[in-house]
Each structure stands twice: as C-alpha cells, then as structure tokens.
C-alpha cells in the first residue's frame, strides 16, 4: 500500500486522485496542551491554530477537487453519528469544527473505537505517567499499554475496512504514533501543513528543556 503525503493539491494530478477505490485522508492530531501552562508560548499557540486552519482549507479544497468525504473517523470516539460528534466535542475542540462541518454536509460519522480497549489504554497509560520506584513494574507495565494499544490500531484498521465502501472517501483523525495497517486496497493521503515540522520541533525542544530541568533537581538533591 503506498501512501501519499498531501502538501498543496495542486502539486498533484486530480486525475490521479480520481482513480478508481477507496480513499482514506489521514489528519494527525496535535498533542493536547494546557493554554495555562507559563511553559507553553503565545508562539506555539499561534502555530497549533495555523495548523488546524490549514487543515480546514485543504480538506475543503480536496472537496471541492475530487468529491464530497462519505466516512469520518476519530480516534478514541466508540460511538457513531450524533453521540459520537458529543464525544469529539469533549476531546477536541478544533477537529470537532471540522468534523461537525462535514457530517453537516452528509459525511456519516462511524465509531471506529472499542471503548473498552479505549479505557484501559488510558489506565495503563495513567499507571505509566506515576513514578514507579521497580523497573519490573515499569516494564510489565509499559508491556500491558504497548498490546492494548497493538489491539486498538488492529481494531482502528477493522471498523475502516467494514465501513469504507468501494470508491467511498473517508478521512481518519489519529495520533502521528499510530501504527494501524490500513487494508491494502485502501490508498493513504497524509494531510501535512507544513507548520507540522515547526510544531515537531517546538515539542522537542521543550521536551530537552523539561528534562534538563528535571535533571537538575535531580543532581543537587
């Protein structure tokens, strides 16, 4: 299956885009961030809303180029239509504008979550953000949240396949991690502004500076 990384539209044929089968548009979702944290900038901020507007944009101009989206999809929603449009609202304000705007114009929202792998996912990975003074515990630990996580992107990859008609476009919001194998008839368009890099890199950094900072106190302990 090859999957094809979405800049501009007009860099790519349309008629390509046209052929013929199923279609999936992949949105990555941005790690969540308190707006009350000193250590999160008004510049990061300014980049996350850029993001989700270019997100907007070329999901309407791949509408406007190549057909309506028939299927929505939302990591961590295990319900479908108007139920589960209510639980993206609760998780994320900025793709729930998107997605409420699509199922508006006709898109069917699926659930594509088993919510009981859904919430021990969240508890193994609440045991995992705890400090654990044995290194056993943290293994077996982190080795119960990497299977559950295997079986959700298993599961994630199921529901697409029993959903996604033929010739149907669908779009999937999920996490950059995934590790979810999409059917092979099934062609993969990642939708990625470019801001994307800037927001990577602005996380890494201050991801470096937690831990050094963490170190620090460390040592003079």
Known sequence: MQEKIIGKIERLSVEHFKKPGRKLYLVPLLVSVDKREKSISKEYLAKTETYWSEIKSRVSDLQAKLGKINKIYHELVDASGKKGLEVIKNLNKKSYQIVKTLFQEGAVLEAVEDGNLVKESMDWARCLAIYLQSERALKKIYQFYIEVMQERDAYIAKRIDETLKDNEIGILFIRENNNVKFP??????????????????????????????????????
């Open 184 to 221: 092979s008839d099934i062609e993969i368009f990642r939708i990625h502004p470019s801001v994307l890099d800037d927001i990577h890199r602005y996380l890494r950094d201050l991801q470096s500076k937690i831990d050094s900072t963490s170190q620090g106190k460390t040592e003079q302990k």
